[in-house]
């Protein structure tokens, strides 16, 4: 590997660093946000849905936008919304405005949304390029920087500091690492040729045929599942265990701290599980302990246990999105359209999950809104074989689906 791959998959390390920090630095924060923002767990659920919709506008131009403009742009445009979101999250708690929080989880959302295609994408191109399992660890990154904004969080919880200045102080430390990363990612990455850009009847065809690829849409099941399980856990857990399971706000925090970790290790050892054991069987493993650690915090009434299957939960939830995602990639032609179609079906969770389980949690409990879930996992297990036996990334080529 060349000095100038090293520094892009280090600049994509730092890509995937960014929204993890950012994400659980504002999730260990929700009781204190709902506090300050007097609202119920229906209404925050309303407030938790301004990210729903920004991931979802976000996620449906993130393709078309990497196909106009390459990878840099877009992968660069995404990561400033996240850094402005945290300042436009905790000036809405400071001012108990809930339009405001609402406007912040929206360019949270699209920012995470818009980079997503963007940054998978350059993460299949370095694989390609290398001929190694790069997206599970890329996906780690993302997950490590859960688990250590995550602990800042509970640490910030414990000693009240308050909501926005904690989230201003992670977002200048965010836009730091930002300006240093970004002038390691090449240009042109994902970028449609000039003339491949003018639509013909060939290209529209291959377009409608992404859309009817059965094997591409029960991998985009096998990712709304998954995705549901890590986003439900993201947007809901801190309240779970302390309205579900009776805890005090600073272990709510600790046990999504448990939960990131578990993720993490989950995605650093998916390099070595998929070329052991091959993706199926990795993805219904994932599926399966899910399913478990989520059956064991809704069912049982010890917060100590639910606390265990948490990480449970978050091993099973690790590799469900980079695993999907480079299966997607890499089942037949058009890549760019494969992973935008998968990612987009894998987002409708976060459309549908944070408002629909706010509803159900305010009128049944957190507990049994996440029946849901468990129910999306299970079925999860049952599609896994979809995603292929793959065990290996292929050797680089010279016409590789992703344009470089």
Request: some cysteine; charged content about 10%; overall charge neutral.
């Amino acid at each position: 590997m060349d000095l100038a791959t090293r520094r892009r998959r280090a600049a994509l390390f730092l890509f995937f660093l960014i929204p993890g920090l950012s994400i659980s630095s504002w999730v260990t924060r929700t009781p204190d946000i709902r506090d300050q923002l007097d609202v119920s767990t229906a209404q925050m659920g309303i407030v938790l849905f301004g990210l729903s919709v920004g991931s979802t506008i976000g996620i449906l131009s993130s393709g078309a936008l990497v196909s106009r403009f390459g990878t840099r742009p877009v992968m660069g445009a995404a990561t400033l919304l996240v850094i402005l979101s945290l300042v436009v999250i905790g000036s809405g708690t400071m001012l108990a405005s809930a339009p405001t929080a609402t406007a912040g989880l929206f360019l949270f959302g699209a920012g995470m949304g818009g980079g997503e295609v963007a940054i998978n994408v350059d993460g299949a191109d370095v694989e390609q390029i290398t001929g190694r399992t790069v997206l599970p660890t890329l996906h780690g990154f993302f997950s490590l920087g859960t688990v250590v904004g995550a602990a800042l969080g509970i640490l910030c919880t414990a000693f009240s500091y308050p909501v926005q200045w904690h989230l201003i102080a992670i977002a200048v430390v965010t836009a730091a690492m930002f300006a240093y990363a970004f002038r390691a990612i090449p240009k042109a990455v994902g970028k449609t040729r000039d003339d491949e850009s003018r639509p013909d009847a060939a290209t529209e065809q291959a377009q409608v045929k992404v859309w009817k690829d059965p094997r591409l849409l029960l991998i985009g099941g096998v990712i709304l599942a998954m995705a549901l399980a890590e986003g439900s856990a993201n947007d809901w857990l801190p309240l779970l265990m302390v309205d579900g399971h009776g805890v005090d706000p600073a272990l709510g925090s600790a046990v999504y701290t448990g939960f990131a970790t578990a993720m993490t290790i989950g995605r650093f050892a998916g390099g070595f599980l998929i070329n052991r054991f091959g993706r199926s069987l990795v993805v219904r493993a994932s599926a399966i302990c899910a399913t478990l650690g989520i059956a064991v915090v809704v069912f049982a009434d010890s917060a100590a246990l639910a606390t265990a299957a948490v990480l449970l939960w978050g091993l099973g939830a690790s590799l469900g999105f980079p695993v999907t995602l480079s299966a997607a990639g890499d089942s037949g032609p058009n890549s760019a359209a494969r992973v935008s179609l998968v990612a987009m079906i894998g987002y409708v969770a976060f459309l549908v999950g944070p408002p629909s389980l706010g509803f159900l949690g305010d009128h049944y409990g957190l507990r049994v809104a996440m029946i849901v879930v468990l129910a999306f996992t299970a079925v999860a297990i049952i599609l896994a074989p979809a995603v292929g036996a793959r065990s290996a990334t292929a050797s680089p080529a010279p016409d590789s689906a992703v344009q470089s």
